[in-house]
Each structure stands twice: as C-alpha cells, then as structure tokens.
C-alpha cells in the first residue's frame, strides 16, 4: 500500500497519456486516409491543404481561450468538456460528403483538441514536482507517437473492410472508455484518497504558488511568454507537416499505399516516442545531478535541434528505409525538444498562470501549423517537391532555440503579482 500510495501520480500520467493518444488518433487519421478520400471526394492539394489549415485555424482559437478556462474551473471539468466535445466531432466526420463540411467538422475537431496539452501541463503542474516535470510531460506526450503508431494499423483495416466513415465512427466510440474513467479518477493531490502523505509531501516540495490568476496584459508583457509562444510558433508546424503529409510523402516518393504505411510510420513513430521519453529524462537527469533547469532545458534541446537537421537530405535518399530512419531521428528530435519546452511554462511562471501561456503557446503554434499548411500546399501544386518543405523542417528548432535563449538567457521564474481570487 504504502508503496502504491507513493507512486500514483503515474497513474494519472497514465491517463494523460492515454488521452493524447487519442487525440493523435483522431488528428492523424485524415493523413493515413489522404488517397482514400482525394479519390471519394475529389480533392485537389490545395484543397487538403485548405481543410488542414481550418483545423489548424480553430486549434490557434481554441488554444487561446481554453487554457484560461481551464485555469478557471480546473482541468478534471476542463478536460472532460473537451475531450467530449472533439470525440464527437472526430464522430462526425463520417457522416460529412463535401469539402466545406469536411472543413466544417475538422474545424470544430480542432476547438476541441486544443484543450489536451493546457489540461495535461496544468495536471502535470498539479501532481509533479518541478524535478520530475520534463519526464512526466515526456511520458504523456510520448502517447502521440503511440497514437501516429497505432493509426496506420488500426484505420487502414477499418477503412479498407467497412469504408472510411465507419472508420471514424468507430474509433470516436471507443474513446468514450477514456472519459468515464477520467471522471471517475481524476481529482486533486490532495482530494485523493490514493494519495499518501509521503508522497503528498512530494508533489507539494517546491515553493508554494499563491493562489489566484494573472490577467492576459500581464502575461503578453513578459518576454518569457514571447519566448515560449515564439518556439512553439516555429517548432509546432513541423511536426503538423510529419502528421498531416509523412503518409503522402512516402506514397509519392516510395510508391507505398494504404496497405504499405503501416511498417515505416510505426517505426518512425516508435523512434519518436523513444525520444520524447529520453528526451523529459535526459533534462530531469541532469537537473538531479545538480544543473539548472537553465542548463539542462537548453543543453537538451540544442541536442534535439542537431538531430533534426539532417532531415534536408531526406528527399534525395532513394533507400525506404535509410529515409525511415532520418525521418525517425527527426521526429524523435522533434518530441525529446517539445517535452522540454513543454515543461517551460511551469518552470517559468506561477502555478495559476501555467494553462493561460501553453494556451498562448498553442495558439502560436497552430497560426505557424496554417501558414506551413499553405505553403506544403502552394509547394507540392507548384513543384510536387518536399526538398524545401524539409529545408524549412531542418532548420526551424536552432533558431526556436536561440530564441528561448535571447528572450530568456536565465530562465529566470517570473515574479509578478497575482490577482487574487
């Protein structure tokens, strides 16, 4: 018992990772089923183009304003509320004919989805100590690689046996498992009878945040928000252009089609999920043998940046599998980075404040997921060429880095008064 109590906020970890598979689930499967529905439904490049910027247009709004919601009432209604609310719409998309509709349904998929990453780091900030912070958000977002692996295994045997549409109608069905047990779970450290006093003390072992929120004013004037929110912007439409157009690059490059994804994006996504956990651990490791969190983030994230860039020479590798493992090293590049900086908002700024600037965060990382999703669009109708969608790819993370490290040399926590409530 004692050794259980001292241990359960893993098994909330558990669900956060549960739930971000999930949401890469359902994001990801128009990617997998892009030949499928271009054949059905008769859509141009620029038009796939034209719905992945919709979703990535109500992600941007949707991220804005459900990160101070859930600093309001909390992540376990927040997060019941919109995990309801994208597993319906992700429901709906097989019951959609046209463009504009498809559009319609990815937009309302994306309002919904922006509340998994505010909700995950605020509960993150909740139940972890800032020690354990990077490894924990390493763990749950490592469950979006275990989402883009299960995809191209799961959809295309749906699909190709019931048709598209039940594809998203089944898998929207089984996600509601998850919110019964996440209502049923879900409270507080200390609301929890599972928690123990040991570890209670354990959660509870930095300084303690003063209770209240900070208006939006505040947190704009601070180069800290500007110095996540730029990162985010830079670094979050990479990963958007892997999810959203990996399959197509393959199918186009190496002639794999539906029944051929599943090999190569489970193995680029099983490297992905390997960095993101290596990534959380490499930064708590080093803060554990005595560096700053300055020190470890940064060292760790320059390790990230340089393991994407070789990503430029993809398009010319002829070998699947030599592109594969590029592909592989910078996607895990990608997750070990983003579980970093990730973690800076808790590292940063007060307690009450944490869900508001991942909100920000977020929503300057989706306006960069609509512009990437316009120019891979104007790219591929114009050249049918990824080499300068890779160019763009390899050198987005050095310079998400210098930029952290100009407006934050320090990663000096910021003080500034807080309303109380």
């Known amino acids: 018992m004692a050794t259980r109590a ?59 304003g459900i990160g101070r919601f859930i600093d309001l009432v909390g992540p376990r209604i927040g997060y019941a509320l919109a995990f309801g609310f994208w597993t319906l719409a992700h429901m709906a998309h097989g019951m959609v004919n046209s463009v504009v509709q498809f559009a319609a349904v990815r937009f309302a998929l994306g309002l919904g989805e922006s509340g998994n990453f505010p909700a995950g780091l605020k509960v993150v900030a909740e139940w972890f100590p800032q020690k354990e912070r990077a490894f924990a958000v390493g763990l749950f977002n490592a469950g979006a690689n275990v989402g883009a692996i299960v995809t191209p295994l799961l959809v295309p045997a749906i699909a190709l046996t019931y048709g598209w549409r039940m594809a998203f109608i089944a898998t929207g069905a089984f996600s509601i498992v998850w919110l019964v047990a996440w209502v049923a779970i879900y409270r507080r450290p200390r609301e929890h009878v599972r928690v123990g006093a040991a570890e209670l003390a354990l959660i509870e072992s930095d300084p303690i945040a003063p209770a209240g929120h900070l208006p939006w004013r505040r947190l704009f004037a601070r180069r800290e928000t500007w110095a996540y929110g730029i990162a985010k912007f830079m670094t979050d439409p990479i990963w958007w252009m892997f999810l959203f157009w990996l399959p197509d690059f393959l199918g186009k490059r190496y002639g794999l089609d539906l029944k051929g994804y599943g090999p190569p994006l489970v193995a680029i996504y099983v490297l992905s999920d390997l960095g993101s956990v290596a990534g959380g651990w490499m930064s708590s490791r080093l803060m554990a043998r005595g560096r700053s969190a300055n020190v470890a983030r940064k060292l760790t994230m320059l390790v990230c940046a340089l393991a994407v860039l070789p990503i430029v020479t993809v398009q010319y590798v002829d070998h699947l599998w030599g592109a594969v493992l590029l592909i592989g090293l910078a996607t895990a590049g990608h997750q070990a980075f983003s579980a970093n900086l990730l973690t800076l908002p808790s590292d940063l700024f007060p307690r009450a404040a944490v869900a508001s600037v991942v909100g920000i965060g977020g929503t300057a990382g989706a306006i960069g997921g609509m512009l990437i999703a316009q120019f891979v669009g104007h790219v591929l109708e114009a050249t049918g060429s990824y080499a300068p ?30 309303v109380e409530k």
């Open 6 to 64: 001292g241990s359960y906020r893993w098994t909330i970890c558990a669900l956060l990772f549960a739930a971000t598979a999930i949401n890469y689930i359902d994001r990801q499967m128009i990617g997998v089923l892009k030949p499928l529905l271009q054949a059905d439904l008769g859509w141009s490049e620029r038009q796939y183009a034209d719905i992945v910027f919709w979703f990535q247009a109500a992600y941007a709004i949707g991220f804005l």
């Open 389 to 418: 969608i890779f160019a763009v790819a390899g050198s987005a993370y050095l310079l998400a880095l210098l930029a952290i490290h100009l407006l934050s040399p320090r990663l000096t926590p910021v003080h500034i008064p807080i």
